[in-house]
C-alpha cells in the first residue's frame, strides 16, 4: 500500500478537522436547555450564549481552518504536532486536531526563528485557493544548514507562501491577518492586559490589524473578565468601522461593539459645524478646566441655619456647620452628581447626633427620613443645585460674561469670541450643536455623574483627534487598559497631536509603553518610498516606513490634458487586475469623476459599501481614504488634494494618506504640477 504524499496528508487532516468542527457545531445546536434553567430569564440568557457559541462554530468556506503547523522537539504534552489555526477543534475524544493561534503553544509559530528555535523542529505554513490547501512550505528551525522547502499541488517548488498571502487579492471587508503576524507584531498582540499599548504604525504595517488581533488574543486570555467589563473598538468613521467589522467575527469573537468618538458623545442631535480655529479651541484641554469652573460655581455657600422638624422635636444645625460639610465637599473635589447625594447624608448624620445627646437611639431608618426631609431638600437645592449638563454648555456658548468668568487665565479674549455664537439659541434642542459641542457635553456630565469604564478600549486612528476627545475616550477605560492605534504623519485634522506623549496624557494613560512598527507588509516599496518624500515637510524626525515586499512596475505617474478621460482610463487598467480598485481623489473631483465613470459605463461604490466579484471599483473622498486598502489604486491630481484642505502641512498629509491605499499597485494621473514635496519620479 502506497504512503499518501505530504500534500494529501495535510488534505486528509483538513477533511478531518472540518469534520469534527461540523460535529462539534452539531452537539451544540443539539443542546436542550428545557430541564436545565431555573426560570425564563436564566432560559433566555443561556439560548442566547448557545446561540453565539453556534455562530462562533461556523466553518467559513474560503478561509482556512488552520494556516501553520508546529512539530516540537521535545514535549510534555501528548504528541508533538500542532495545527495552528483560527479556532480550536477537538475530534469525538476531545483531543486537539487545531489549536487556537492564541494559545501559548502557537506562540513560537510567530516567534521561533533559527537563531531562537523554541524547541520548534519543524514550521509548515500552508497556502490556500480559496478554500482549498494547495502548497505548503517546510522551515527546518533547529537545523541551521537545511533550506526551506515548499510544496504544491502543481509539484512548482517556491519560498513565497507568506508574502503570496499577504499579497492575496482583497475583495470585501478586511479580513485577519493571523497567518502572517510576524514577531514584533505578535509580541503587541500578546502583551498583558493590565498595560495600554500605543502603536505608532506608518501606512502598510498592519497596525489597525494588530490591534484588532490583540483584542481577540485578549478576550482568549481574560474571556470572564472582559465578559463582565466590556469592549470596544472605535474607529474614525462609518465607512472605516464597516470595512474592519468582519475581522473579530472571523476569529470567533462576536461581542465587541464598535463606535466612532461621535457614537461615544451622542446626547444631543449634531447639526451644526465649526471653523476650524473655533473647533480648535473646542478641542482644546483647557476647556476642561473651563468647565470644571463652570459646574463648580453653582455651589453657594450657606447662609442660614437649618431647622429640621420631627414630630414634638426640633433640631437645629447652625450655618456655619452647614457650610463646612459644603466646603468639606468642594474640597474632596468628587464628582458634582456625587457630592450633590452625599450632603444631605451629611445633613442628616448631624441632626442624629444631636438625637444622640439627647438620649434618643436613631437608626439608618432614622437617618435616611432626615435626609428625605423637606428643610433638608431645600438647603441641598439652595447650596447645590442640579446641573444639566447641555444647558450648562449651552449658557457658556450663548453668555459672554458666563464665559469669561470661568475662562478667565485660560482662554484668551479672541479664543473667547471664537466660542460664542453670533445667534445663541433658545434651547437645548433648537441649538445646532456641533460635533466638537457635543464632546464639551460629554465632559460636563462627567464632571456631574462617573462615566461607565470598559476593559478594554481600542482606538484607531488616534492621531486625528483632539485633547478633549482623547479625554472622552480615556473615560471609557479608567479602570481598563487601551490599544492606541494611529500614524502621527497621517494627521490631518486641525488639532491633530503632535506627539504621543501629548496624546497619551490626555487620554490618561501616560505611562503607556509606545511601539513603532516600521516594517511594512502591504504597501509595495516603489511606492511607500515615492510617498515617504512626504515625511520631512509633514512630520519631521519620523522613521520612513521600510517596505519587505518588492514589485517592480507597482508607480506610475502620468501626465494628462484630458483628466477626467485619463482617469477614467487608468481605473479600466486597474480592473484589467484581479481584486478591488480605488479612486481616489480631491472631495470637490467626486461629483465631476462620478460623471465621468457613469458616462463611459463603469459601476462604482461609495466608501463602506461592500465590494463583490462584480462590483470591484469603489470612488473614495481624500477626507475618508484613512485607514483603507485596495489592490490597486487611481489617485487624481494630488494638486487638489492638497489645495482641498485649510492648510499646506494637512494637505501634505492628505495626500501622504491617500498615496499609501495601494497593496499592488499605484496610478497617480495629473493635470496640474505634482506638489514640489514629492518631486519628479
Partial sequence: MSVPDPLARERAHLTSSRAALRAMREDVEALDIKDVTANWV?????????????????????????????????????????????????????????????????????QASRKDPQDVGLRRRFGYTGGDLTAYEDEHLSDPEAETFSGSAAGSHTSRLLQAEIERPRVGPMRDIVATIQPEQDGIVRSDLSGTVCVQGGPGTGKTAVGLHRVAYLLYAHRERLARTGTLVIGPNRSFLHYIEQVLPA??????????VDDLVAHVEVRGTDEAPTAVVKGDARMAEVLRRAVRSHVTLPTEPLMVVRGSRRWRVPAYELEQMVQELLDRDIRYGAAREALPQRIAHAVLVRMEEAGEAPDDRVQNAVARNTAVKAVVKECWPPVEPAKLVLRLLSDADFLAEHAEGLLTEDEQKLLLWVKPARSVKAAKWSAADAVLIDETKDLVERTHSLGHVVLDEAQDLSPMQYRAVGRRCTTGSATV??????????????????????LGKPEAVVEELTAGFRVPREVIAYASRLLP????????????????????????????????????????????????????????????????????????????????????????????????????????????????????????VALTRAVSGLTVVHAAPIPEQLGAL
Fill in 485 to 506: 492605534l494611529g500614524d502621527l504623519a497621517q494627521g490631518t485634522t486641525p488639532w491633530a497631536t503632535e506627539s504621543w506623549a501629548q496624546a497619551l496624557a490626555h
Fill in 42 to 110: 436564566n432560559s433566555l440568557v443561556l439560548g442566547r450564549q448557545i446561540e453565539d457559541r453556534i455562530k462562533a462554530l461556523a466553518d467559513l468556506a474560503d478561509t482556512p481552518l488552520f494556516f501553520g503547523r508546529l512539530d516540537y522537539l521535545h514535549t510534555t504534552q501528548e504528541g508533538q504536532r500542532f495545527y495552528i489555526g483560527r479556532r480550536h477543534v477537538h475530534d469525538a475524544d476531545g483531543d486537539p486536531m487545531v489549536i487556537d493561534w492564541r494559545a501559548p503553544v502557537s506562540q513560537p509559530y510567530y
Fill in 251 to 260: 476569529l470567533g469573537e462576536l461581542e465587541v461593539q464598535q463606535a466612532t
Fill in 537 to 656: 515637510h509633514v512630520s519631521p524626525g519620523l522613521a520612513a516606513v521600510e517596505s519587505v515586499r518588492e514589485n517592480p512596475g507597482s508607480l506610475a505617474v502620468r501626465r494628462t490634458e484630458d483628466l477626467d478621460g485619463d482617469t477614467v482610463a487608468a481605473c479600466v487598467e486597474a480592473l484589467a487586475h484581479e481584486g478591488s480598485i480605488g479612486l481616489i481623489a480631491a472631495d470637490a473631483r467626486i461629483a465631476p469623476l462620478a460623471e465621468a465613470l457613469t458616462a463611459a459605463g463603469l459601476a462604482y461604490l461609495s466608501p463602506g459599501e461592500e465590494t463583490t466579484a462584480e462590483s470591484r471599483l469603489t470612488l473614495v473622498p481624500a477626507s475618508l481614504a484613512k485607514g483603507l486598502e485596495y489592490d490597486y489604486v487611481v489617485l487624481d491630481e494630488p494638486a487638489a488634494v492638497v489645495d482641498g484642505e485649510p492648510d499646506e502641512r494637512t494637505g501634505l498629509r492628505r495626500l501622504y
